[in-house]
């Protein structure tokens, strides 16, 4: 057998040591489980990552879309039967009446309106007696017209009664979100309950980063997008607040499918499903909530500019904020 020179015998045998290392370190990375690139494992091949599916983010998607479609599917349903054709049908017959009614509740209220120290051109303005006169789209048949509209946004009537549209719906949101923001974080401090997070804005950071289940209502097991991230529960939101949404923006008319007949308008519908306590049945007593309900409301708004500004200051709740600001409280 003829013999190899030893210059490429030597360097037959590097090549073999350096393949009875590589092979080995992989042997060990296999083993060990070798968390090292596959390009630095396998050179000249790339392993592509294998796509993993969460099944609990499925069945929170699955469960978000069954939960969220099902009223619509609910009232197009009864809408298209034969009883909702039948309800529609009586609405329709007794309209006529009901109309008549609601208009002769109007008549009353215009007349409370007249009467009401806080409507006419009696009302109060928003800077006293310093007051110049008011705009002349302004003229003292809102709620809470203060005369005031310095840049004349409400000049045009379809803006002016958009914009009363909508600052009614923010006040409204604004004084849910205060009751909130304030209920958890006094039944903490009290001892009442205790809560994961009572801080107003800590809880959406705390409920995803904590083993805490997000069942819908506080119901355990009734999850919505409780397993997910943020994108899925805002999803959620967006999904299950189309309905009202759409309802509103399609008047008090969308209820008449279902046999509902709402007297008022989008903002003050009435009826027995809005008002069944049937507190807007007296005029003058209507005029005054309405009044009450934006005052309390645009408080309400300016409220949670506080609450905005002191969580990013003091990174406490409000309440603790007060009871912080009260005498003696930096001595307890």
């Known amino acids: 057998m003829r013999r190899l020179p030893a210059q490429t015998h030597r360097a037959t045998q590097l090549r073999s040591a350096q393949a009875l290392c590589i092979h080995s370190f992989r042997l060990l990375g296999k083993k060990r489980g070798d968390t090292r690139p596959a390009a630095h494992r396998r050179r000249g091949q790339q392993v592509c990552p294998r796509a993993t599916l969460n099944v ?29 054709k039948e309800l529609l049908e009586n609405v329709n017959a007794q309209k006529p009446v009901l109309q008549k009614q609601a208009q002769q509740r109007e008549e009353e209220r ?86 994961l997070e009572d801080r107003w804005w800590n809880v ?28 899925i529960i805002a999803l959620c939101q967006v999904l299950l607040m189309f309905g009202p949404e759409y309802a ?9 499918p279902l046999g509902i007949f709402l007297p008022g308008d989008k903002n003050y519908p009435g009826g027995w499903v809005f008002d069944p ?10 005029e005054a909530m309405r009044v009450r309900e934006i005052k309390n409301g645009r408080l309400a708004m300016v409220a949670w500019l506080g609450f905005a500004a002191q969580a990013a200051v003091t990174r406490q709740g409000p309440v603790q904020n007060l009871l912080d600001s009260l005498p003696g409280a930096a001595s307890t």
């Open 56 to 84: 609990e983010a499925v069945k929170d998607v699955a469960g978000l879309v069954l939960f969220s479609a099902l009223p619509f599917v609910a009232v197009q349903a009864l809408a298209d039967s034969q009883y909702g």
């Open 110 to 195: 215009r007349r409370a309106r007249q009467q009401s120290p806080w409507f006419g051109n009696g009302r109060p303005l928003w800077l006293g007696p310093l007051s110049q006169q008011p705009p002349a789209h302004l003229s003292g048949e809102l709620p809470g017209d203060y005369g005031f509209d310095p840049a004349g946004l409400g000049r045009h009537s379809a803006q002016l009664s958009k914009f009363v549209e909508l600052e009614l719906l923010h006040a409204r949101w604004a004084m849910l979100g205060a009751l909130g923001a304030l209920i958890p974080e006094v039944l903490q401090l009290t001892g009442a309950t205790t809560f």
């Open 204 to 231: 959406g950071y705390v409920k995803l980063t904590s083993d805490e289940e997000l069942a819908y209502l506080g119901i355990p097991g009734l999850r919505i997008a409780g397993g997910s991230g943020v994108a």
């Open 248 to 256: 509103r923006s399609c008047g008090i008319a969308a209820l008449e």
């Open 277 to 286: 306590l049937n507190l807007s049945g007296d005029a003058e007593s209507y």
